[in-house]
């Protein structure tokens, strides 16, 4: 799978990952990454504390504000 934003760009990059919102593949350079605490509901089990999950997508549904969505 080639980035999906390359594509538009009438560029074949390789993928490194997938959005995780809308499924298109993503480059290094449109991918955004980011990472979201997940808080346990932990009733009388163990807690396992903090983690950080970490979430995938390209930039359009990351909302970055530089990139115009071409439509
Ligand atoms: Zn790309
Ligand atoms: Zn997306």
Known sequence: MN???CTQQQ???PA???CCHCGT???PEHLLLTTEE???EAGT???WGKRSARRA???ICGGAEH????T
């Open 16 to 18: 490194v990952a997938i």
């Open 3 to 5: 980035c999906f934003d």
């Open 45 to 47: 089990g163990p807690a």
């Open 67 to 70: 990139e115009t969505p071409t």
């Open 38 to 40: 997940v808080h346990h």
């Open 11 to 13: 560029k074949s990059t």
């Open 57 to 59: 997508t390209c930039r």
């Open 25 to 27: 593949g993503i480059c």
